[in-house]
């Protein structure tokens, strides 16, 4: 079992920036590819960033290519998620994933482990 805790989220203008962390526990951390994912009020939960288990392959979502950044410190078992130049339409709960197959398979396949999520509102 994996377990996964987000922190980081909260309320920031138009422009900003906020940084993600997922805290990950259970299994070996550099054993199984993370990500993020992003779910908006009346959406569907859609891939937001995932990187692979020792951080060499990443991949994002169009939406957020340019804007967002995620990386890993497997010393410390945490996910990042670097989210810079918000938009109003970035506002949604951010999930931490974590799953066994590969990086670009969680891009379209459902992760098997999940955080609580955490929200990220963006103001106009």
């Known amino acids: 079992q994996v377990q996964l805790v987000e922190s980081g989220g909260g309320l920031v203008q138009a422009g900003g920036s906020l940084r993600l962390s997922c805290a990950a526990s259970?299994?070996?951390?550099?054993?199984?590819?993370t990500g993020w994912f992003r779910q908006a009020p009346g959406k569907e939960r859609e891939f937001v960033a995932t990187?692979?288990?020792?951080?060499?392959?990443?991949y994002y979502a169009d939406s957020v290519k340019g804007r967002f950044a995620i990386s890993r410190d497997n010393a410390k078992n945490t996910v990042y998620l670097q989210m810079n130049s918000l938009k109003p339409e970035d506002t949604a709960v951010y999930y931490c994933?974590?799953?066994?197959?590969?990086?670009?398979?969680?891009?379209?396949?459902?992760?098997?482990?999940w955080g609580q999520g955490t929200q990220v509102t963006v103001s106009s």
């Open positions: 259970g299994r070996a951390f550099g054993t199984y590819a």
């Open positions: 994933a974590a799953d066994y197959r590969s990086a670009r398979t969680m891009t379209t396949m459902t992760p098997t482990y």
């Open positions: 990187i692979s288990e020792i951080g060499r392959s990443t």
